[in-house]
């Protein structure tokens, strides 16, 4: 299966287009990447859903957004499928037992981690449906939602149960820290790195084991949950190359810089920034592949489709450097924040978000923030067909 790779570019206009939460302001430019990014991809998912195969008769159609975000762009994305499934079915109608046309209803499933706030979630669907009403809307989404709290690593839905899944942006979290680069005993110690762009061999090599452990749970949970021919659309931060590690940018390497700064000022203790560690790994395309290849009797990949440049386009177009840096720094900002917080607490996130982009704004200033785009991240979107 060959990669179908695109260059995403669209103007920084869009940025101050977003909407806010009232109670959170921080997270508007990550809410907005996250935008770019899933609008970029919704051609592949129109594709899946225009040639799925349509169910008739068979009840409700259960469509799963696993590691859903809580924000508008959630909704966005479940009514848009569900506003294109609908359509299919309008334009393809089946017939039921008796004869008639059936369009069937659909189930709306969301996922994420106990603790996170499904009431705001389901206040933007109500928002959404509200809005829709008074705009005297005659097409609106109609779908029964629910909440599944649990990880995606495990089971979280009954067996034969799911025709589409979903997940955007969330298997590059991995399920937990490897236990190896927490023990100052191992080759495979991080400490003094606060990412993996510098880390040792022996660190990646740690990582890429539980990523891979994760990627199989996935999909054997999947394969559980999805009815047979039922899809699932994923889409995750990857890479070219196992080594160097690059992922998205050269940004995310001024973070371990700045770490550096403030602990050799003594602003924040250098045991607390060892024993702090990414969450994520961004998997390269042949450990991505040696695990699809382990489940080819199970999915069949229908697609492989990569971006580039999605995370980049949320400069172009802003020619003022301070602007630029401030829209890379509230990213980060509202991506990591909390993690940030619940390690280094407030006082510590917020001078470093300030030192950020002090850094970037130097970095932007001599044009060094994205030069080496051979070996920059990449989002990597699979449409996989349950056999």
Same mark, same amino acid.
């Given at each position: #299966?060959?990669?179908?790779?695109?260059?995403?570019?669209?103007?920084?206009?869009?940025?101050? !287009?977003?909407?806010?939460?009232?109670?959170?302001?921080?997270?508007?430019?990550?809410?907005?990447?996250?935008?770019?990014?899933?609008?970029?991809?919704?051609?592949?998912? /129109? &594709?899946?859903?225009?040639?799925?195969?349509? !169910?008739?008769?068979?009840?409700?159609?259960?469509?799963? &957004?696993?590691?859903?975000?809580? +924000? %508008?762009?959630?909704?966005?994305?479940?009514?848009?499928?569900?506003?294109?499934? +609908?359509?299919?079915?309008?334009?393809? $109608?089946?017939?039921?037992?008796?004869?008639?046309?059936?369009?069937?209803?659909?189930?709306?499933?969301?996922?994420?981690?106990?603790?996170?706030?499904?009431?705001?979630?389901?206040?933007?669907?109500?928002? @959404?449906?509200?809005?829709?009403?008074?705009?005297?809307?005659?097409?609106?989404?109609?779908?029964?939602?629910?909440?599944?709290?649990?990880?995606? /690593?495990?089971?979280?839905? %009954?067996?034969?149960?799911?025709?589409?899944?979903?997940? @955007?942006?969330?298997?590059?979290?991995?399920?937990?820290?490897?236990?190896?680069?927490?023990?100052?005993?191992?080759?495979?110690?991080?400490?003094?790195?606060?990412?993996?762009?510098?880390?040792?061999?022996?660190?990646?090599?740690?990582?890429?084991?539980?990523?891979?452990?994760?990627?199989?749970?996935?999909?054997?949970?999947?394969?559980?949950?999805?009815?047979?021919?039922?899809?699932?659309?994923?889409?995750?931060?990857?890479?070219?190359?196992?080594?160097?590690?690059?992922?998205?940018?050269? +940004?995310?390497?001024?973070?371990?810089?700045?770490?550096?700064?403030?602990?050799?000022?003594?602003?924040?203790?250098?045991?607390?920034?060892?024993?702090?560690? $990414?969450?994520?790994? /961004?998997?390269?395309?042949?450990?991505?592949?040696?695990?699809?290849?382990?489940?080819?009797?199970?999915?069949?990949?229908?697609?492989?489709? =990569?971006?580039?440049?999605?995370?980049?386009?949320? =400069?172009?177009?802003?020619?003022?450097?301070?602007?630029?840096?401030?829209?890379?720094?509230?990213?980060?900002?509202? #991506?990591?924040?909390?993690?940030?917080?619940?390690?280094?607490?407030?006082?510590?996130?917020?001078?470093?978000?300030?030192?950020?982009?002090?850094?970037?704004?130097?970095?932007?200033?001599?044009?060094?923030? /994205?030069?080496?785009?051979?070996? !920059?991240?990449?989002?990597?979107?699979?449409?996989?067909?349950?056999?």
């Amino acid at each position: #299966m060959e990669i179908l790779e695109l260059m995403i570019k669209r103007p920084a206009a869009y940025i101050e !287009q977003v909407t806010l939460t009232p109670e959170d302001g921080r997270g508007r430019y990550a809410r907005t990447a996250e935008r770019y990014v899933l609008n970029a991809f919704l051609p592949v998912v /129109y &594709d899946l859903i225009d040639h799925m195969s349509l !169910q008739v008769g068979s009840g409700a159609i259960a469509i799963a &957004d696993l590691g859903c975000s809580m +924000s %508008p762009n959630t909704i966005t994305n479940m009514e848009s499928i569900i506003k294109r499934l +609908s359509e299919r079915y309008r334009a393809n $109608p089946g017939r039921d037992s008796e004869g008639s046309e059936e369009v069937p209803e659909f189930q709306a499933f969301f996922n994420e981690l106990q603790g996170h706030d499904f009431n705001t979630l389901f206040q933007l669907i109500n928002i @959404s449906k509200t809005t829709a009403a008074e705009q005297g809307d005659g097409e609106a989404v109609q779908y029964f939602a629910s909440a599944v709290t649990g990880s995606f /690593y495990d089971r979280v839905l %009954p067996s034969s149960s799911v025709h589409l899944v979903m997940s @955007s942006l969330a298997l590059h979290w991995i399920s937990k820290i490897p236990t190896a680069v927490l023990d100052s005993n191992s080759p495979a110690y991080n400490g003094g790195h606060t990412d993996l762009h510098r880390s040792s061999r022996a660190t990646l090599d740690a990582y890429a084991e539980q990523a891979e452990k994760d990627l199989v749970d996935f999909l054997s949970a999947r394969a559980a949950e999805l009815v047979t021919g039922g899809s699932m659309f994923l889409v995750f931060g990857a890479r070219d190359h196992y080594i160097p590690y690059r992922v998205v940018d050269e +940004s995310f390497e001024a973070h371990e810089t700045v770490w550096n700064e403030l602990a050799q000022e003594g602003e924040v203790a250098e045991d607390l920034r060892d024993s702090f560690n $990414p969450l994520t790994y /961004y998997r390269s395309f042949s450990e991505v592949d040696k695990v699809l290849h382990a489940f080819r009797s199970v999915f069949e990949v229908v697609t492989k489709t =990569l971006f580039r440049n999605l995370i980049s386009i949320c =400069l172009q177009g802003e020619s003022d450097v301070k602007k630029r840096a401030h829209m890379c720094a509230s990213i980060t900002r509202g #991506m990591y924040s909390n993690i940030l917080e619940s390690h280094f607490g407030e006082r510590v996130t917020s001078l470093f978000m300030h030192r950020l982009q002090q850094h970037l704004l130097e970095r932007i200033k001599s044009n060094n923030i /994205y030069a080496d785009r051979a070996h !920059q991240g990449c989002f990597l979107s699979l449409v996989l067909r349950r056999k």
